[in-house]
């Protein structure tokens, strides 16, 4: 443990950040295939667990940054962003959406309530997802 952090991070989805995944992967089941959707979860949860380290490497979701919130940061697969917070040495997937949604309306929907339920996250490791 270098200054006090973790050298590695838990990786944790909230119940939305897990019904986003399962949304997706129906999705893409069925406009495309299943062979797809199994890539793309596969690469999402491959993006997800790449937070384990060093997850203060993503950047701040424009959307929130422009409202002055610097909690949150993003990482993607595109064009899906995986929004999340570190929280307490555990990292914290919020939101995994396309991100040629109406992130905007989305992130505020989803985010901007999350605090209040922040102790109310559902500890899902990533790994077994």
């Known amino acids: 443990m270098a ?3 973790p050298a590695t ?27 797809s959707a199994d ?3 596969d690469a999402l949860m491959r993006t997800a667990q790449s937070l384990s380290s060093f997850p ?17 940061r ?10 999340y917070r570190v929280v307490d040495g555990q990292v914290v ?8 949604r109406d992130m905007q309306a989305l992130l505020a929907r989803r985010l901007l309530g999350a605090s209040s339920v922040a102790t109310q996250v559902q500890q899902v490791d990533v790994q077994g997802w």
Not at 74 to 83: E, G, N
């Open 39 to 41: 890539h793309v979860l």
């Open 9 to 35: 991070y838990p990786v944790l989805l909230t119940p939305g950040a897990e019904q986003d995944l399962e949304a997706l992967h129906d999705y893409i089941c069925e406009a495309d295939s299943v062979g």
């Open 74 to 83: 993003q990482t993607f697969f595109k064009p899906y962003r995986v929004i």
């Open 3 to 5: 200054g006090g952090r």
């Open 93 to 100: 997937i919020y939101l995994i959406a396309d991100g040629r």
């Open 56 to 72: 203060e490497r993503g950047s701040y979701p424009k959307e929130l940054l422009a409202l002055g919130i610097k909690e949150y």
